[in-house]
């Protein structure tokens, strides 16, 4: 009796879903950060291997709320990339942060005085404007310094709290895989049985063809020889074309799977080009704020005082406001988890029930 073919991929691609699952798992687990913050910044630039271009250092200081000059560029360039290779590592770049963050938040100063402001001052008015810009610079660096406090006490909240969204979000997508891959494992089983059920369709078929052939062939003896042979050939014809409708079906899945790699290789392509059409925005956006900020230096000096005062009271009630979004998102978090164990065990199941 003649023997169909049967779809080797069905359980293949079941096993290769459910590796995939658990890598992504283990990757997660694994490239846990302990700085959520400034992680999810230097992923705008990442190139791979934990650097950056440094093109890209100025836009990545302004994401961080840091407007340096050129010059504190053109200096943190020859420190942290001196053979001039085009990237700088992601460490080198925290080790230069950690050393000159304070350099970098406030102006060079002489004699407590702005440089970029001293050029820019007329002789008949340079000592007035020294002397009050002094006093604004004292009471602005207490007031900062308070101010500091208060921010690192919403930096660290701002971290947890960064670090309970990622838990979140990360558990919503594992549940959305979960269901996800159920289904599609749902609808293999639903393909696979329905094609199943054609190919025992077309054997019963085949089948019954050679019964009527094999009756024909007993009451025509006298021609049993030509007939036997015509009979066979029937049979290999339709057996071949069984065979090739299957292979014909399995080059079509692999034309899809193509299609979806161009489909996606296409969108990363026009993603990349708006990546750095925005790059190039925030050029000149820097730009622009550089001018404008050594424009306004002078009149935003006293401003920047009572600012100072008015966000570290800013500061105070965000922290209660985050401590009590802290208790919310421990709440969501533990409901996530709870409905990513209940989607595991609807994927388990789904996986036992087609095993069995």
Request: net charge negative; glycine share 4%; with cysteine.
């Amino acid at each position: 009796m003649p023997q169909l073919e049967d779809d080797g991929h069905t359980y293949d691609e079941l096993d290769k879903a459910m590796a995939a699952m658990q890598m992504d798992e283990r990757r997660e687990a694994e490239n846990v950060s302990e700085t959520p913050c400034f992680d999810a910044l230097f992923g705008r630039y990442d190139i791979g291997n934990g650097c950056f271009g440094t093109e890209h250092l100025g836009s990545l200081l302004l994401d961080m709320g840091f407007n340096c000059a050129s010059r504190v560029l053109d200096r943190a360039l020859d420190e942290m990339d001196p053979n001039a290779t085009g990237e700088i590592a992601k460490l080198t770049f925290l080790e230069w942060f950690k050393a000159n963050a304070d350099e970098i938040d406030l102006p060079n100063t002489r004699d407590g005085v702005p440089s970029m402001i001293r050029g820019d001052a007329t002789p008949r008015n340079e000592a007035d404007e020294n002397d009050a810009l002094t006093q604004v610079t004292s009471a602005m660096l207490d007031a900062k310094k308070q101010r500091q406090l208060a921010e690192a006490d919403v930096q660290l909240l701002s971290n947890r709290l960064v670090h309970l969204r990622t838990e979140d979000a990360r558990a919503q997508k594992r549940i959305d895989e979960a269901n996800r891959r159920a289904k599609e494992i749902e609808t293999i089983k639903h393909r696979n049985a329905e094609h199943q059920r054609q190919k025992q369709r077309a054997y019963e078929q085949l089948q019954l063809e050679i019964r009527r052939m094999r009756d024909t062939n007993q009451l025509a003896s006298s021609s049993s020889r030509a007939r036997r042979h015509q009979t066979q050939n029937e049979i290999t014809s339709m057996r071949s074309q069984i065979v090739q409708e299957t292979r014909a079906e399995r080059q079509n899945h692999l034309a899809r799977i193509q299609y979806k790699r161009d489909v996606e290789q296409k969108q990363l392509t026009e993603r990349s080009r708006e990546i750095r059409a925005q790059e190039k925005h925030a050029l000149r956006r820097r730009d622009f704020q550089q001018k404008q900020y050594e424009r306004d230096l002078i009149r935003s000096a006293r401003e920047k005082l009572a600012m100072e005062h008015q966000q570290r009271l800013q500061s105070e009630k965000l922290i209660q406001q985050m401590e009590a979004e802290e208790a919310q998102l421990i709440e969501k978090l533990r409901i996530s988890h709870e409905l990513q164990r209940a989607a595991y065990e609807h994927l388990e199941f789904v996986i036992q029930d087609d095993d069995g």
